[in-house]
DNA sequence: GCACGACTATACAGATCGGTATATCGATGG
DNA sequence: CCATCGATATACCGATCTGTATAGTCGTGC
């Protein structure tokens, strides 16, 4: 494992001020100086934290997606809790999140985009997060009673990763609430 | 409109080595010295050629844009001209792409993860693609005759672009076939 | 009273960034 | 025969990149 952090104040300054930059501008057109001087730090105490930029990069992603965990879980649990209002749930839980948080698409898919090297420490993050979700689909398909949960809850994991994209780069009006609608067919 | 390019050889050569780069690694991450030397060209030639990394984004972009529409093409005229048959078509020619050309996901969609600026000249060329995609699952969809064509051709879009990105992140075993057998259901 | 931890300020390293300059070469074609 | 064109090699520009080094400030706890 890697060397825990020490979260000090500063810490969570570096972070907040990385994550934003790095969601709005991208990974590698944001500089450390950059990220030291939005956060009211000196690239001294930046490196102090976290000890490099990558690191920093995998905290950014780690936590981001622990935030939208927690974030779809206030959302399921007040819910219809049956698979089909669980699975609407979801795609409102995105569409907020869009809203709020998501104007430039899904973090994860976005730092893909710009790690190469597969043997990067952000891919198991990356990854998780896709698994977690296709797990979360299929159970639910699972408990909706359809003839074939996997498949179905790969269609919904389609449906919702094509929405998350597209709301990004704005092709389509509402495509959250289009999604729902052809997820809540496929669950028929 | 920007001036035209004037295509000699080393200008086909430093294109193909921009594109296999920028696709591989992400634009930012890679530098005009790297690209020159892959192309087994100096630095003049590429500028005397293109003038910025700007505009050499734009041709990448461009290209693999027009390359992808030539491929389809060629997928969707020997196939079963139904609009389902046609539908089918277009998952099997991604998926084809995607072996051959994609293993890093749309090239689209990672190039628009990397730009901020709106203002960018690749924009037109990202969205272009996107609503060129949406009309065509439109029109299909209004071929086979749904009740709201414009609703489905979304669903089919939406599932398309998920089955892009997943594809570039081996979340799903084989994303293609799974979506078009969601489509071929939506299209019923 | 004093050590320690968290921080600031400044400077610098070495590499690379996008982009330009100068000068030279070989082939092609009027 | 000579001008033009595509390309070469090499060197440079200022800026920025990740990361390090030195020195000093401030408040808390023992």
Chains 1, 2 share one sequence.
């Not at 936590?63 to 879980?73: A, I, K, P, V």
């Not at 209002?85 to 709020?100: H, I, K, L, Y």
């Not at 809850?153 to 919702?160: A, P, R």
Request: proline residues 5%.
């Amino acid at each position: 494992m890697s060397e825990a952090i020490d979260w000090t104040p500063k810490a969570h300054a570096v972070l907040q001020a990385a994550s934003d930059l790095f969601y709005e501008r991208g990974i590698h057109a944001v500089g450390v100086d950059v990220i030291a001087k939005r956060a009211g730090v000196t690239k001294k105490t930046l490196y102090d934290r976290f000890g490099s930029k990558e690191r920093l990069v995998v905290e950014y992603l780690t936590e981001r997606d622990s935030q939208w965990r927690r974030f779809l879980d206030g959302h399921l649990v007040p819910a219809d809790p049956s698979p089909r209002g669980q699975v609407a749930a979801v795609f409102n839980a995105s569409a907020a999140w869009a809203r709020e948080r998501g104007r430039k698409g899904c973090s994860m898919i976005n730092a893909h985009a710009e790690i190469s090297d597969p043997a990067h420490p952000a891919y198991p993050v990356i990854m998780g997060q896709k698994r977690w979700m296709l797990a979360l689909f299929t159970d639910l398909a699972a408990a909706a009673g359809v003839a074939d949960p996997r498949q179905v809850g790969e269609h919904i994991m389609l449906l919702h990763e094509g929405a998350v994209v597209t709301a990004g780069m704005r092709a389509i009006e509402d495509p959250f609430t289009s999604a729902a609608v052809a997820a809540s067919a496929l669950l028929e």
